[in-house]
């Protein structure tokens, strides 16, 4: 078992460093105890399963099974912890109704989208990346990013950014999303099990932009202190 993981992690470095990566920012978090903050705990929360769906699709691509399902599911999952942060982050009211709202629309739609794109829904073995989700999460987690920048701006709140945990949070999801916005309308066609598109340098874009925004996300809550973040 431990040959076949030295095995791939050797042939897809770029797609293996993010998966131990996640471990960076949970430590963090961890040892600095910056899960008594609530939009903290939510990250850490996140980061611990996303770190456990990415060991089961790394333990499996690297028996070459199909992991496409647990992507497919982890989506709606996704989207709901890490626009959540963004709830404790505005002040406008109307803002966070909104981002209620948008959840149990987009894990319907998500599950639909599933359910459309896979004709053999029971197959776990015979699975096809969603065609539509992740274009739409990416489009909606840029639009809550870009309005949380907006009205930080605006409201000139807080001091130093730098110093601010959740705004490197908010700097690596913007990078991760951004980037994900412009591969995500393709995988469905390119990363199909049984017939893989060679898509060249862009099939690692996304492992690429995900691990930069787990260094972010450490840079982060490095700077946590429980006296000095800002509200």
Known sequence: MLESYFSYIIRQPVISAPVFLNLL??????????????LLLILFVYLILKLCVDLVMFDLASHRQNNVIYYNVSIPVRYVLTSWMYYY????????RWLLFSWPLFVGFSMWDIIHTNSSIGDVHDQNVVLYSATIESLLMLFWIMLYFYD????????????????????GLLLFYSSFLFIAPVMH???????????????????????VSLILFSIGIAQYRDNSYAK
């Open 152 to 171: 930080t701006i605006r409201a000139l709140k807080i001091p130093n950014l730098l110093t601010y945990p959740f705004f490197w949070i908010c700097s």
């Open 25 to 38: 920012p949970i430590l963090l978090i961890w040892r600095k105890r910056a899960y008594n903050e609530k």
């Open 89 to 96: 982050e505005f002040d406008n009211k109307s803002h966070r």
């Open 189 to 211: 066609y390119a990363a199909r099990w049984d017939q893989w598109m060679d898509i060249g340098t862009l099939d690692y874009i996304p492992y690429v932009f995900e691990s």
